[in-house]
């Protein structure tokens, strides 16, 4: 049953990742230092999350990739190892991303000191959800319908998106723009999915007529057995 579902989960993914791009989902990061005694532990400046695999995100590959490393002086990822792999690209990914991180180093004294450090980049994938979809339509105006939706899969950020639209007289939605986005997610893949929704057009009096629209998009919770340790 396992197997089906994730053979399930691979053709839906092959389908979606025509609407998503380039933006794939990103994994969430736990860091954790390993500080001398009297060494203040390193802070981070700049982080970029390990980025899916396109092999990873079209297999619905779902893993933990853990690497060591040691912030240096010049508060820079040195001494980068896998010490748990994924495969996939999940791995290469994740230390092309600890490559790029800056720090504040750690330090003793007041003087900066090499500090070692473990990540853990955990890769999931859940779906996007409609929650809410509204038009804005006078009075004696049909609203649209929707005919055809598909939303893409999200990986550990994402969160309340509200789009707004205009579906045309064809029901093909156009001048798409992000209302609301949380910090840290991007709508883009979200807006390439709507390019590919269809509606049945708005109607006033048997004839089609243009509308202005909005769409809430959020994730459902984890699911059991798939949070972060």
Same mark, same amino acid.
């Given at each position: ?33 390993? %500080? ?34 040691? +912030? ?50 955990? #890769?999931?994938?859940? %779906? ?5 979809? *509204? #038009? ?29 639209? $205009? ?12 209302? $609301? ?20 057009? *708005?109607? $006033?009096?048997?004839?089609? +007529?243009?509308?202005?629209?909005? +769409? ?14």
């Amino acid at each position: 049953m396992a197997g089906l579902s994730r053979w399930v989960g691979a053709l839906l993914l092959g389908a979606l990742r025509v609407g998503y791009g380039n933006d794939l989902p990103t994994a969430s990061v736990k860091i954790s230092f390993q %500080p001398e005694a009297g060494t203040s532990v390193p802070v981070v400046l700049s982080r970029t999350e390990p980025v899916y695999s396109d092999d990873g995100f079209k297999a619905y590959y779902q893993a933990v990739v853990k690497v060591s490393l040691v +912030v240096g002086l010049d508060g820079k990822a040195e001494e980068i190892t896998v010490v748990q792999r994924a495969g996939l690209g999940l791995d290469e990914n994740t230390v092309t991303a600890v490559r790029s991180w800056v720090f504040e180093p750690g330090k003793r004294n007041g003087s900066p000191v090499r500090v070692a450090a473990t990540v853990e980049a955990n #890769f999931r994938l859940r %779906p996007w959800q409609q929650t809410r979809i *509204a #038009f804005t339509a006078p009075e004696g105006v049909a609203p649209p319908q929707p005919t055809l939706r598909y939303l893409p899969i999200a990986g550990a950020h994402c969160g309340p998106v509200t789009l707004g639209f $205009r579906v045309d007289v064809d029901g093909t939605p156009k001048d798409m723009r992000v209302v $609301r986005a949380p910090d840290g997610v991007s709508g883009e893949s979200l807006m390439q999915s709507l390019r590919t929704w269809r509606f049945r057009a *708005a109607r $006033r009096e048997g004839q089609a +007529v243009p509308s202005e629209g909005e +769409v809430d998009i959020d994730c459902p919770p984890w699911p059991e057995g798939n949070q972060t340790k």
